[in-house]
């Protein structure tokens, strides 16, 4: 009876990948490998802190995006009045976005939407007494499972990971920025691009 034969196509070692970065800075003798473990990483972890979010939310009655917002507007108002537009920018997402889930919060009573004292067209956010005691009820869990989720960092490489994370959301917008402007560049014929119709 004859052997079975492999594929050479499919036991041939693969050809070498181009790295997907190139600043020495993010290779390792000329591998991309310890990136992609990073960025795999980070995706891994933010799946892991969002089912958390989400669980917080959830012992509350609200959804992820919901508890977010609250805690987020009275966390902000610690330092004063808090606008949708001070939300989106702690939060660094769309005003837009603040506004639909305020309103949700609003319907519920847990904030309210009042005009600013100092500025008659914008509207200020404020937690009210069943949206503290919500907050309040949830702390004492909260606290127990956030000290899990991040039990293996010192106190050294938290404020460096604080520092961090707010410089790759800067770096992500101008990637994101540059990726959009490359899109649009492939789109245009080439004769255009050029200067010529």
Sequence with gaps: MARDVADPSTSARPPLQEPTVGRDELLVEGSDREFRRLVHGLFAFFARHEAIRDGHARRIGLAGVEYTVLIAIARLSLDGEVSVKRVGEHLHVSGAFITTVSGKLARKGLISKRPS??????VRLEVTRAGYELLNELAPYQRRVNDVEFGSVTRAEFRQLVGLV????????????????????????????????
């Design 117 to 122: 004292e100092t500025d008659r067209r914008r």
């Design 166 to 197: 707010e410089r790759l959301i800067v770096s992500g917008d101008e990637a994101i920025a540059l990726q959009r402007y490359l899109a649009r560049e492939r789109s245009v014929p080439r004769g255009r691009r050029a200067g010529r119709s």
